[in-house]
């Protein structure tokens, strides 16, 4: 999604805010621009890549102590040059004087817009962004940060801002209210960036503003003011933002190098787990998770379909009754509420708007307790839940989620034994066992992950198809949920998951030659019900693609292939039953010559409603 990066120094600052922008491309984005103060604005935008953008700058010979950049995710108005940011503002005799960049969306910006027509301002965009920019331009006194403190307070919504002026070249001021913003610390030069990652290499010294914040940044040093104008100390974190993530090593994509990260990732994310002890959740987790009596799960996308999976376990294992629920849609209904339920967040990145949104609604409603699941430590989420597990699956660059849905799972599973055990349901006998099983997870994974090639072999036929049905039952529905999700995100090809049980209801009706139907048949209780659903779906002439258990007892026929997992893994299987999933979205996706880890219209990082 939208990205900012900001800079002030004594040195041609433009590598910096271009390589900043390089480490967010990530995210996702579908335009970028920069803009530099050397005593004029100048600025450079892209409908494209930042390599494009870069080459531009190269060419006109860019170049200033002080800019803003920006990656932007389109909302208002189409990926066009004259929506790209940084978007300026002129005086009356026509010379530019404000430049801004902005993340997030002003709810009330055509209120703004009309005023400021009415005042002369020419509107050269269909942005809520520019709106802003001759807000500021229209407030401004000669003191900058004085103007931005005054130009927030007629801002509804949320966003980040950067923002600098003309006759200002030593300074940019931000804002942040509801979207990320950080500040980068250095030796006679200052950063501002919508994500630390995008300052890695250059510092690691990160201020995490708060919401209501407004920042001054010079050569010289910071200044923040909170939301009453008064000023704060914002602690400096020392942040070692993964510099080596956009390495990618000897894999082809991010989202290749990720799934084959999982082994890994999910060794990492036990490290140092001895026992189900609620300290693994944080300080005080024990008196909180003693007394919870329900789980209500929010979460959106990939995360979603994580919390899915666990409600399976949390009944069925810890014995407790478990809500799952969309983020986007909890936020806006009137839950009835059990103020002793447990509210889990989970998300990979910490700073999805909607799940935040959620998370701040559920405490207005009455919730006394929650727990991130989440994969960056110093995130939104991380800092307003009372508990937190980090999983530790490293910086994740591919939009299609992979590795931080394999932690996530093991996180959720580590919790679910925790509430057992606290619950009288674990005893030390399975404790032991249980552990044991989960070590065994990144020795399993790599067996999965050697199914490679005959996936490969699969990926040529769906490459082909237009549509695809998932089918799964039990604690594997969300796993089909989540194939059919990788397989559309990155191949652009129609698929819908079913729990098998339901295929009689209506998705049979869509079952022909043409349509190949997954199968998630790992060998659990409801294997023998699932093979009865796929004979319904082999008289219809429907080809099976099966994911069995090396025990399953399926075999290969005509229209029925069967990739085998190496072994039987139990309540575990749909952490290792979600990688040939995986696997298969992005053979196919490479087979079809889509933008693997760029899949179009889609963002890494929803950090907007
Ligand atoms: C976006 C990403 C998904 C992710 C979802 C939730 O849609 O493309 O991969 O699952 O956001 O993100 P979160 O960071 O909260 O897990």
Known sequence: MCGIVGAVAQRNIVPVLLEGLKRLEYRGYDSCGVAVNDGTLKRARSVSRVAELEAQVQQSGLQG??????????????????????????????????????????????EIRADLMAKGYKFESQTDTEAVAHLVNSLYDGDLFRTVQKAVKHLHGAFAIAVFSKDEPNRIVGARLGCPLTIGLGQGENFLASDAMALAGTTDQIIYLEDGDVVDVTREGVTITDKNDQPVERKVNTVNAYSGAIDLGPYRHYMQKEIFEQPRAISDTLEGVQGFVPALFGEGASAVLERVNAVQIL?????????????????????????????????????AVNPNALVVVISQSGETADTLAALKYAK??????????????????????????????????????????????????????????????????????QLKQLRHLP?????????????????????????????????????????????????????????????????????????????????????????SNMQEVRARGGELF????????????QGVHVIRLPEHYGELSPILHVVPLQLL???????????VDKPRNLAKSVTVE
């Not at 490459?463 to 089918?471: C, T």
């Not at 009706?509 to 023998?528: H, I, R, S, Y």
């Not at 099966?546 to 026929?557: E, K, L, N, W």
């Not at 979205?585 to 933008?595: E, N, Q, S, V």
Request: proline fraction near 5%; hydrophobic fraction near 40%.
């Open 65 to 110: 102590g002080a800019g803003i950049s920006h990656t932007r995710w389109a909302t208002h108005g189409a990926p066009a040059t004259n929506n790209a940011h940084p978007h300026f503002s002129a005086n009356p005799n026509g010379e530019h004087c404000i430049g801004l960049v902005h993340n997030g969306i002003i709810e009330n910006y055509e």
């Open 585 to 595: 979205a992005y053979h196919t996706a490479l087979a079809r010559g889509t933008d």
């Open 364 to 433: 207005e409603l009455g919730h006394k307790h929650s727990l991130a699941i989440c994969n960056v430590p110093t995130s939104a989420m991380v800092r307003e839940t009372e508990l937190a597990y980090l999983t530790r699956a490293g910086a994740e660059i591919g939009v299609a989620s992979t590795k931080a849905f394999t932690t996530q799972l093991t996180a959720l599973y580590l919790l679910t034994m925790t509430l057992a055990k606290l619950n009288g349901r674990l005893s030390a006998d399975e404790e032991q066992n």
């Open 299 to 335: 979460a959106c996308g990939t995360s979603y379909y994580s919390g899915m999976t666990a409600k399976y376990w949390l009944e069925s294992i810890a014995g407790l009754p478990t809500h799952v629920e969309i983020a986007s849609e909890y936020r806006y209904r009137k839950p």
């Open 546 to 557: 099966v994911f069995a258990d090396g025990d399953s007892q399926i075999a290969s026929s």
């Open 443 to 531: 020795t399993a994974l790599q067996s999965v992950l050697a199914l490679e090639p005959h996936i490969i072999g699969w990926s040529e036929t769906f490459a082909r198809k237009e549509n695809a049905l998932f089918l799964g039952r039990g604690l594997h529905y969300p796993i089909a949920l989540e194939g059919a999700l990788k397989l559309k995100e990155i191949s652009y090809i129609h698929a819908e998951a079913y729990p098998a049980g339901e295929l009689k209801h209506g998705p049979l009706a869509l079952v022909t030659e043409e349509m190949p139907v997954v199968t998630v048949a790992p060998n659990d209780a409801l294997l023998e019900k699932l093979k």
